[in-house]
């Protein structure tokens, strides 16, 4: 069980005051992790050795203790039926928490990628002749988004999300290409196969998917998404806020170094939208 459920599940068991501490953390865990000790105690009305006595409770040495292994919850994944949540829970505590587990997975995301890697995926982005983003399922989305985003710029893009169609396209890739691989379990067999027969052509690989993974080996460059869901029994909806902010922070920085000509391009590109929309 994870430790906010297991805070969850001991709410009745507690002593008043450190109930209180429990219902802080239940309701502020982002904020809890980074908060010292006083600000703690003074949300949760009590005194700081109350905080201790309540870290200990949960088997922790001390709040430091309890705020790693806290952290380290934040990144876990959100459930179908969120464990975190309970029947008497209502709306703004729903709220709170689904926001606070997104928050902390786009922070992992952030501090995950390198300046120097996203700095390699750029330059074989700017070189390439064509790009071709491939995704399956939630991944499909993702890469569909990509190529909305990408296509301004001025290179050749193409999104690929049916198996059939993404195993000839990777077949027929010119070796100066880029296709970006995008997948939250980096193990989805098909997507396996269709990067070995891109990597036959000579084509540049970047995988955004899980460090480790089958697909981050196969990758000539990883762009880790290290979201802890398991898609056996969480909706991977923070991995996918994880992607598309990866997917954002490519497109931003490529357009800033294809300089004026792409910025004009999207500039352009958006014009074109404003006769379709009421003034």
């Known amino acids: 069980m994870s430790l906010l459920g297991r805070i969850q599940a001991l709410l009745p068991e507690l002593p008043p005051s450190e109930r209180r ?19 703690i105690a003074a949300w949760a009305e009590v005194s700081q050795p109350t905080v201790i006595r309540f870290c200990r409770r949960l088997k922790c040495s001390g709040l430091p203790g309890f705020k790693l292994r806290l952290a380290g919850d934040l990144g876990a994944g959100i459930p179908f039926v969120h464990a975190r949540l309970t029947p008497g829970d209502d709306l703004g505590s729903l709220i709170g928490k689904v926001f ?3 928050v902390a997975g786009l922070a992992r995301g952030r501090d995950a990628l390198r300046p120097d890697v996203l700095a390699r995926a750029v330059d074989l982005l700017d070189g390439a002749s064509r790009i071709e983003c491939y995704g399956l399922g939630n991944s499909g ?15 050749p893009t193409l999104a ?4 059939q169609m993404q195993r000839v396209a990777a077949t027929l890739l010119p070796p ?3 296709a ?7 193990r989805t067999k098909p997507l396996l196969e269709v990067a070995e027969l891109a990597r036959r052509t000579g084509a540049t690989l970047i995988a955004l998917t899980r460090s480790g993974s089958p697909l981050a080996e196969a990758a000539d460059l990883l762009l880790p998404a290290d979201v802890q869901e398991n898609p056996e029994v969480y909706a991977p909806m923070v ?8 997917i954002d922070v490519l ?3 490529l357009a800033l170094r294809k300089g004026p000509e792409a910025l004009g391009r999207m500039e352009a590109a958006k014009a074109s939208l404003k006769p379709t929309q009421e003034p």
């Open 21 to 39: 501490v429990a219902e802080v953390v239940l309701h502020r865990p982002v904020e809890v992790v980074s908060a010292p000790i006083s600000q």
């Open 100 to 102: 606070d587990h997104a």
């Open 141 to 155: 989305v993702t890469a569909l988004d990509a190529q909305m985003k990408l296509f301004r710029l001025g290179t």
């Open 160 to 163: 690929c999300t049916d198996v």
């Open 176 to 178: 100066d290409a880029v």
């Open 180 to 186: 970006l691989f995008i997948s939250n379990s980096g």
């Open 239 to 246: 991995a996918r806020l994880v992607h598309l902010t990866l």
């Open 251 to 253: 497109t931003v920085a």
